[in-house]
């Protein structure tokens, strides 16, 4: 079953499962038995939303470990500010710092605003001592 994910959908699983076949609702249209923990989530799925089980155990996302928020997006939680910088916008300069966010595929670092992430996560900077900032300028370099 294929999930949305948010913009760091570039590393994040779009499939979780495995989950039973139901019945087929129509030639495009299929009815699964999802756990419990999917309780909210509509258990019919169009079949560009599913993809065939391959037994890879390497691929498989165990789905006690996945979290999903209300919306069906992956909620991915940061663990710690890395580093601090600042970026060149046309009219001025915004202040930036450098996340490692918790992800069952490995360390993933991403640069986000400094304001945004103060708002949703103001525990990450109650003790933050990140050294010098680093300045960052260029398109796409955020």
Do not use: C
Request: proline share 6%.
């Amino acid at each position: 079953m294929r999930k949305n994910v948010p913009n760091r959908s570039k590393l994040s699983p779009k499939y979780v499962g495995p989950f039973d076949i139901v019945e087929r609702i129509g030639p495009v249209a299929y009815r699964l038995r999802l756990p419990q923990e999917l309780v909210g989530v509509h258990d019919t799925f169009h079949v560009s939303n599913l993809k065939k089980y391959l037994v890879d155990v390497n691929l498989r996302v165990p789905l006690d470990e996945v979290k999903v928020d209300d919306k069906l997006y992956f909620v991915e939680e940061p663990i710690e500010i890395l580093d601090r910088g600042v970026k060149k916008l046309k009219r001025g300069w915004i202040s930036i710092v450098k996340v490692r966010w918790n992800s069952r595929r490995g360390p993933e670092f991403t640069w986000e605003r400094e304001d945004e992430m103060k708002r949703k996560y103001p525990h990450l900077f109650a003790s933050a001592t990140v050294g010098r900032a680093t300045k960052i300028s260029g398109r796409n370099s955020l």
